[in-house]
Nanobody
Framework: QVHLVESGGGLVQSGGSLRLSCAAS????????IGWFRQAPGKAREGVSC????????SYADSVKGRFTITRDNAKNTVYLQMNSLKPEDTAVYYC???????????????????????WGQGTQVTVSS
């Protein structure tokens, strides 16, 4: 199993940027698709963005399209989430998790299924002030 650790969260003003990192250990990250999810207080955890293990295909929630970019650096065993033009509604704890379901479905479909992800990290807090 892969062990994931998120970092890069913080407090930023509306319109600002942050880059989150999801660092893997215990296994080679290139074997896994990675998803970023977030959970705001009182709300369900939702998918934000995913990237496949094979061809780097990506998927984004409508709420972050055009503002967030997911990338992976297999040499560094790390997946990044670049977040630009941040809004107060982006405030949440952000988690990354691994999956291998992209081998049998599209990354878009996989990103909608929280249940197929495992090895969730501990999360990193992102707070966007207005």
């Amino acid at each position: 199993q892969v062990h994931l650790v998120e970092s890069g969260g913080g407090l930023v003003q509306s319109g600002g940027s942050l880059r989150l990192s999801c660092a893997a250990s215990g296994s080679t990250l290139e074997n896994y698709a990675i998803g970023w999810f977030r959970q705001a207080p009182g709300k369900a955890r939702e998918g934000v963005s995913c990237i496949s293990s094979s061809d780097g295909s990506t998927s984004y929630a409508d709420s972050v399209k055009g503002r967030f970019t997911i990338t992976r650096d297999n040499a560094k065993n790390t997946v990044y989430l670049q977040m630009n033009s941040l809004k107060p509604e982006d405030t949440a704890v952000y988690y990354c998790a691994a999956s291998q379901v992209d081998r049998i479905t599209t990354v878009q479909t996989m990103c909608l299924m929280k249940g197929v992800f495992f090895d969730w990290g501990q999360g990193t807090q992102v707070t966007v002030s207005s």
